[in-house]
C-alpha cells in the first residue's frame, strides 16, 4: 500500500483522500517529537535525523560521536552525516534512516 499510496501522491486531487485514510487506518499516533532548546556559545551543530538513527543513538551519544569525528578522527564535516547513519546500521537499526548535520 505504501508503494502505491507514495505513487498515488503525485495525483494532487487524490492525495487528500487517500492521506486521510493513511491517518484514519494508522495503529499508533502520527505525532512527531518536538523540542525547543536555546542554543549556546559551545553547540557546533544541529542534527536532524529520524527514527532510524535516534532508536539506537542517543542524543548524548550523538554529540559524543560529533565530537570524536570531527576533533578526533579527522572527519570533514561533510561527511559526518554519513558517519552517523553507518553508525545506526552497524548497531542495528532497521528503519529508515535519514541524517542532516547543520553546522553552527
Not at 20 to 34: D, G, I, K, V
Amino acid at each position: 500500500m505504501l508503494v502505491k499510496l507514495s505513487q498515488t501522491l503525485s495525483s494532487y486531487h487524490l492525495a487528500p483522500h487517500l492521506l486521510a485514510l493513511l491517518f484514519a487506518t494508522c495503529s499508533r499516533p502520527l505525532r512527531p517529537y518536538l523540542s525547543e532548546t536555546a542554543l549556546s556559545d559551545t553547540d557546533k551543530a544541529i542534527v536532524v535525523a529520524c527514527d532510524g538513527l535516534w532508536d539506537v543513538v542517543s542524543d548524548e551519544e550523538c554529540k559524543e560521536l560529533l565530537d570524536e569525528l570531527v576533533e578526533k578522527d579527522g572527519v570533514r564535516k561533510e561527511d559526518v552525516a554519513q558517519h552517523l547513519i553507518t553508525e545506526a546500521l552497524k548497531r542495528g537499526s532497521t528503519d529508515n534512516i535519514s541524517v542532516v548535520v547543520c553546522w553552527l
